[in-house]
């Protein structure tokens, strides 16, 4: 595993030494941001450039490889207009979700609305509620590795959404799985406790339920 204190600055020095003054933004996202990673997880890395051209990738990638584990580092790589074009609604969680580097991602955005984040977060919870209705269908088909990659798929995804939910609720985005346990209702604690050992049935029928629930609550669409 990495440790983020040492190698975000490595990777700025290497992007910037890369490319120069079109480096606008490098942040970190993901479990290693939230400090939850393990040996297998990603490192969730966002380089916003000042315009992306498809030349710039092989760039990107020789001063990732030359990084400590650097084959593991991926993430949200843009150019700064069609950034700034994004769909608003889903700005908002990749906003919070993000411990900058280098650079500031808020000048970089379009204006973000109460109603972006609330289209953010419905669009959140039917993406959860679908992909835990899959996974209800095929449960009982999947092999044990299967099962095992969807479990922790969907583990990943109602923290993701709760996060948004809990931003609605409270008026705090919860930056990490232990403050959402904070904020969450005993329901939702649960589930993020016990979601890895559960059986894949359980967490997507809890998931589904939770989900479905959660969008009726939300103010009617216009």
């Known amino acids: 595993m990495i440790d983020p204190a040492t190698w975000?600055?490595?990777?700025?020095?290497?992007?910037?030494?890369?490319?120069?003054?079109?480096?606008?933004?490098?942040?970190?996202?993901?479990?290693?941001?939230r400090g939850e990673a393990t040996e297998a997880s990603d490192i969730d890395l966002c380089v916003i450039l000042d315009r992306l051209d498809a030349a710039d990738f092989p760039r990107l990638r020789e001063?990732?490889?030359?990084?400590?584990?650097?084959?593991?580092?991926?993430?949200?790589?843009?150019?700064?207009?069609?950034?700034?074009?994004w769909p608003r609604f889903e700005l908002f969680g990749f906003a919070q979700d993000m411990d900058a580097w280098y650079g500031e991602l808020a000048p970089l955005l379009p204006p973000i609305t109460q109603a972006d984040i609330v289209l953010g977060v419905r669009t959140a919870l039917a993406a959860l509620c679908h992909e835990a209705t899959q996974a209800l269908l095929l449960a009982l088909r999947l092999s044990p590795a299967a099962a095992k990659s969807v479990r922790h798929s969907l583990a990943k995804a109602f923290l993701r959404v709760l996060q948004g939910v809990i931003s609605l609720r409270a008026g705090i985005f919860p930056r990490d799985r232990a403050e959402a346990r904070r904020w969450a209702t005993e329901e939702e604690a649960a589930v993020l406790k016990e979601a890895e050992s559960l059986a894949l049935a359980e967490l997507a029928a809890a998931c589904r339920d939770w989900s479905a629930a959660r969008l009726q609550e939300l103010p009617t669409q216009e």
């Open 8 to 33: 975000m600055p490595a990777a700025v020095v290497g992007l910037k030494q890369a490319f120069g003054p079109r480096l606008c933004f490098v942040g970190l996202q993901g479990s290693y941001r």
């Open 63 to 85: 001063v990732l490889d030359a990084l400590p584990e650097g084959e593991k580092a991926a993430g949200f790589v843009a150019g700064a207009p069609e950034l700034a074009a």
